[in-house]
């Protein structure tokens, strides 16, 4: 088998190979193409308070309108722009962008940012977040920066002093999709974190009882000890919305509520929202 079966590798595998890095190099033009032509939105999805069903703010989520593909996921090119560098520039237009769109909305709502690795470890993030505040007149206490444990992972000496700096300018700092890590845990001892997001793979698994009842159970416990709001990613379905309020999740996020939407959108929700907490209907669906 090897012998041949190396042969008929090296013919099945090599144009295989050659295609991949042809259509990487496509995207990587196409991508620094789009940053020039200005392709990128930001979609905001609400958090929503599971107290009183209240809207406190939006997660800017990053998209691409592409001309000939339409609407491009994050996930499909996040990635790259990450071993490319591109992020870094982009990471700073998504910064300005969020910072200068939740600066006209009304002064009790939050904006949380995602941030990745790669901007603390090449990037001026300070600088970029300074900057993207004074340029918006946005106040730090409005902004939430989102990061993964691969920021704390890396480079954690250096990256946990920029965390500190950015968190003495009065912005908070939250932990995305917690629990998909390695050691979620350690890194809710190194930095005080302001907000524990649990990952949507939990949420999504209630349903079927068993172990994602009791991680959540005891992540949302975890927080209200130690004194860190906790929000629930992917919350699809009442029965879950219900569950998380009950175990004394503080936030929920998910398509129950609204997916992400454009920025237009967000004015027509808060006055939903508002209407239907006067009128006590609790959480309405968008
Ligand atoms: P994330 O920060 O964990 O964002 C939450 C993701 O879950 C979003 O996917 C959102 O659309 C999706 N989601 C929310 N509720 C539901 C639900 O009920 N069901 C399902 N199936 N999905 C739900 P999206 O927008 O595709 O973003 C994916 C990831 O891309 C984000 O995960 C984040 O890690 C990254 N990303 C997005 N925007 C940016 C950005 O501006 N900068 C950086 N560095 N990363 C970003
Ligand atoms: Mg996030
Ligand atoms: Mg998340
Ligand atoms: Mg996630």
Redesign the pocket.
């Known amino acids: 088998r090897a012998k041949d079966g190396g042969r008929r590798a090296f013919h099945f595998f090599e144009p295989g190979m050659d295609a991949r890095v042809r259509a990487r190099r496509l995207l990587e033009i196409d991508l620094r193409r789009a940053m020039a032509a200005g392709e990128f939105e930001l979609y905001y999805?609400p958090l929503v308070s599971l107290k009183s069903g209240a809207i406190t703010g939006f997660?800017?989520?990053?998209r691409w309108h592409h001309p000939s593909r339409g609407l491009v996921?994050?996930?499909e090119f996040?990635p790259l722009s990450e071993e490319i560098g591109l992020?870094v520039p982009l990471?700073e237009w998504?910064l300005r962008q969020a910072c200068a769109e939740a600066a006209r909305w009304p002064a009790n709502l939050k904006v949380a940012?995602?941030?990745?690795s790669v901007q603390f470890k090449t990037g001026n993030v300070t600088h970029a977040v300074l900057s993207a505040l004074a340029n918006s007149g946005l106040p730090a206490s409005r902004l939430e920066l989102?990061i993964t444990e691969s920021i704390l992972l890396a480079e954690s000496e250096a990256n946990l002093a920029t965390l500190y700096r950015l968190r003495g300018l009065g912005v908070s700092v939250s932990m995305?999709?917690f629990g998909t890590g390695y050691s979620s845990l350690s890194y809710l001892r190194a930095f005080p974190f302001d907000k524990i997001k649990i990952d949507?793979s939990f949420v999504s698994e209630l349903s079927d009882g068993g172990d994602c009842m009791a991680i959540v159970r005891a992540v949302a416990g975890l927080g209200s000890s130690l004194g860190i709001a906790t929000t629930a990613?992917?919350?699809?379905t009442g029965e879950q919305l219900a569950w998380l309020r009950n175990e004394g999740c503080t936030e929920m996020?998910?398509?129950?509520f609204s997916?992400?939407v454009p920025a237009s959108k967000i004015a027509p929700m808060l006055k939903a929202n508002e209407g239907a907490r006067s009128s006590c209907e609790g959480l309405v669906r968008h």
């Open positions: 999805q997660e800017a989520l990053l996921p994050p996930a996040i992020i990471g998504v940012v995602n941030l990745s989102e995305d999709d949507r990613e992917g919350v699809e996020q998910g398509y129950y997916p992400p």
